[in-house]
């Protein structure tokens, strides 16, 4: 695995098993997470812990628009004997209240990331972060190096509003006042569907190979679907952030989140999904390549979420960004 500056060829793409491999060894381990609230600015901040033995460097994860702390739970399982993780819920989303001002813009995200870093003492840490919650992990890394001491960026949500396909179109015409409610009931179904069928759509969304998806996940996102509707700002949560993220799409010049990446002192491990339907592969290598010393690893086959469908990979991955050996759990 080499690194790439901005300046030079196409970051190296690593090994990945092939999709028959990777559905084959489909299992997932034992959660035995917990929750923990912090205060921020007056509000509940909920961080999973209990990945792994407590003791080892200090991580923290991530998750994307409409997911939860959840989404880490399998990669954050593997890397527990190499890792001290910590995944957060966002506001809004998991078990995190929303904010009082209802500010839901990157850069608030990013600074109640670091908050919670701070907070809990845990910095520098090793920190991944998937599709929102990967913009939001790059946000934080250029703007507080301090805080980062690797970065994993996990299909992040980079500009890219060229209409291209049906769910990016939805996502650009979010920015209309009105539209992003329509935009979620197109990603993740209507109000009036049941929670088994909302999960199957964003399942059919966000995985290359829904069929990798183990029973005891698919029961747990059934479960969070259901919690979530019986939650008052679930919708303006969404909404709110799905609008910040497209409000930090526009911006040009330094305040570019493609301007951002080359701000990025860490070592960086880029993941893509070789089958994404919502941030397209071929942003990858431009991604990679803007970061002055990052690896790149595409997968091919799976979508938006590898460290869902793919966290042995992923895992693996991030173990080798570590430096660390690897184990009969990666």
């Not at 901005?6 to 491999?21: C, E, I, M, S």
């Not at 917990?34 to 509940?44: M, P």
């Not at 980079?158 to 979620?184: F, K, T």
């Not at 909302?198 to 399942?203: P, S, T």
């Amino acid at each position: 695995m080499t690194g790439s500056s901005a300046g030079a060829a196409a970051p190296q793409r690593l090994d990945a098993a092939t999709p028959a491999a990777r559905a084959s060894a489909a299992q997932a381990p034992a959660d035995r997470t917990s929750i923990e609230r912090i205060v921020v600015d007056g509000r509940g901040i909920a961080v999973r812990r209990g990945f792994g033995p407590a003791g080892g460097q200090p991580a923290l994860y991530v998750h994307g628009l409409g997911g939860s702390s959840t989404n880490w739970v399998d990669a954050g399982v593997l890397l527990g004997d190499a890792l001290d993780g910590e995944a957060i819920d966002l506001p809004g989303f998991g078990e995190s209240d929303p904010p009082a001002d209802g500010d839901y813009r990157l850069r608030r995200l990013a600074d109640i990331v670091a908050h919670v870093i701070e907070a809990r003492g845990r910095g520098p840490v090793h920190m991944a972060g998937n599709s929102l919650g990967g913009a939001v992990a790059a946000q934080l890394a250029a703007g507080r190096p301090e805080l980062v001491r690797t970065l994993t960026l996990v299909a992040p949500a980079m500009p890219d509003l060229r209409p291209r396909n049906r769910i990016r179109a939805l996502l650009a015409a979010s920015a209309v006042p009105g539209v992003p409610r329509v935009a979620e009931w197109h990603l993740v179904g209507a109000p009036i569907e049941s929670s088994q069928l909302r999960v199957r759509r964003v399942i059919d969304s966000v995985f290359g190979d829904p069929a990798v998806i183990s029973p005891d996940r698919l029961a747990d996102a059934i479960g969070e679907a259901e919690r979530r509707a019986s939650l008052p700002w679930a919708d303006e949560a969404f909404a709110r952030s799905l609008r910040g993220l497209l409000a930090a799409h526009l911006r040009v010049g330094r305040s570019s989140l493609w301007a951002v990446l080359p701000r990025i002192r860490a070592r960086t491990l880029v993941v893509w999904g070789g089958a994404d339907l919502l941030v397209p592969v071929e942003l990858a290598a431009r991604t990679a390549a803007a970061v002055p010393d990052a690896r790149l690893m595409v997968l091919p086959g799976v979508g938006h979420t590898p460290q869902i469908e793919a966290p042995g990979e992923v895992a693996a991955a991030m173990r080798d960004l570590l430096g660390a050996p690897l184990s009969s759990t990666g």
